[in-house]
Each structure stands twice: as structure tokens, then as C-alpha cells.
T-cell receptor, first 111, second 116 residues
């Protein structure tokens, strides 16, 4: 069946450092890929998405490119801020409305 | 536009009781999905409703059920609560159901259920 694997956290970075959170997937067909972010005590917020191969999603300085050849959708940001501290989830949609999530990666950015 | 709202935000129940959680989707959204989030299992899909009909169901026991009303508001019910049902229950809404693979799901803040 479909699955999403993302790097385990926690990831700790200093402010203004570069961020990469790896995400790979297994799926048949042509899934859509998403990154959601969860701040403490809150629900999930959509960060970005890509619906076909080679699409690049971007939002708030974050980017991710849908790579079908490597089945990956890595999240990147050039300069993180303290306010980016949160848990990041990679997710896949392949049929119906059942999003398939990775385990989440906790990010802590220190001043 | 108001986001997805969920009530109550926190709930404490004891084993064997039942509980009903409520979700109001974004205005104009007609699809509502429910997810369970636990530290051990992560985020798992429960079910999805569209036009008052359950369209998809995850791998959960029959104790978990839901319904959707004509105004798209949704409720989920858990009967005979177990300790393992303690979790954050998230509701998500989508505007259309033209293409489930590409539609975006917008999440509410969740209901934190604690079973003692």
C-alpha cells in the first residue's frame, strides 16, 4: 500500500540556518503530495502542495519539488526563524480523501 | 472566512462511556474528513463524508462512527471508550469533490480526548 517516510526528529537549528527535511513515498499511480505544519496545541496548516511530477510548491520561504524519479518531496528553507519551530508532516493523497501521513519531524530553531 | 471549527476542544471521559465530537467545515465546503492523531500511531484516517454519505472509511473498529448533516456539519461518535482512544481528533474540510487527489484539506484545531 501507499506509505510516506520522513526523517526522524527532532531537528535543532540556529536561526538563519538552512533547513532540509527529507520525505520519500511509495505509491502507485499519480499521487499528490503535501507538507503540513503543526504548531503546539494547534491543528494542521497546509504549508504547500504539488499535484504532479516536477511541480514545485512554495509558501512562506519553504519549497518542495515533486520528484517522481526519486519518489521524493523534500522540504527546504534557506533561512529559518524561531517562529518556524513546529512539527512538519509530509502527506500523500492517492485516492479518496484519505491523506496518508508521515510520522512528522519536529523542528526547533534557537536564537 | 472562518476556518474549520471543532467542539469541544478538550474532553475527559472514562472507559465504557461514549462521546460525540462536532465539526463545522469552512463555509461552502461540502466534504468533511476525520483523523485520529496519537504519539504512537501518528495521523490516521477515520472516515470522510460528502453530501451526508460516508464515502471512505479507514481501518477503525465499528465503535467509531460519524454522520454529516445537510448543512455539511459533521459529528463523530465513539462508543464504549477504551484507554487507547485517547487522542487528538482532527476534522478537515474540502471545498469540492471533483478530484480527491488534488483537493486541499483544511484542518481544524482538533478535540483532545482523554479517556481515564
Amino acid at each position: 500500500g501507499d506509505s510516506v517516510t520522513q526523517m526522524e526528529g527532532p531537528v535543532t537549528l540556529s536561526e538563519e540556518a538552512c533547513l532540509t527535511i527529507n520525505c520519500t513515498y511509495t505509491a502507485t499511480g499519480y499521487p499528490s503530495l503535501f507538507w503540513y505544519v503543526q504548531y503546539p496545541g494547534e491543528g494542521l496548516q497546509l504549508l504547500l502542495k504539488a499535484t504532479k511530477a516536477d511541480d514545485k510548491g512554495s509558501n512562506k520561504g519553504f519549497e518542495a519539488t515533486y520528484r517522481k524519479e526519486t519518489t521524493s518531496f523534500h522540504l527546504e528553507k534557506g533561512s529559518v526563524q524561531v517562529s518556524d519551530s513546529a512539527v512538519y508532516f509530509c502527506a500523500l493523497a492517492n485516492s479518496g480523501y484519505a491523506l496518508n501521513f508521515g510520522k512528522g519531524t519536529s523542528l526547533l530553531v534557537t536564537p | 472566512k472562518a476556518g474549520v471549527t471543532q467542539t469541544p476542544r478538550y474532553l475527559i471521559k472514562t472507559r465504557g462511556q461514549q462521546v460525540t465530537l462536532s465539526c463545522s467545515p469552512i463555509s461552502g465546503h461540502r466534504s468533511v474528513s476525520w483523523y485520529q492523531q496519537t504519539p504512537g500511531q501518528g495521523l490516521q484516517f477515520l472516515f470522510e463524508y460528502f453530501s451526508e454519505t460516508q464515502r471512505n472509511k479507514g481501518n477503525f473498529p465499528g465503535r467509531f462512527s460519524g454522520r454529516q448533516f445537510s448543512n455539511s456539519r459533521s459529528e463523530m461518535n465513539v462508543s464504549t471508550l477504551e484507554l487507547g482512544d485517547s487522542a487528538l481528533y482532527l476534522c478537515a474540510s474540502s471545498q469540492k469533490r471533483t478530484n480527491p487527489v488534488t483537493d486541499t484539506q483544511y484542518f481544524g484545531p482538533g478535540t483532545r480526548l482523554t479517556v481515564l
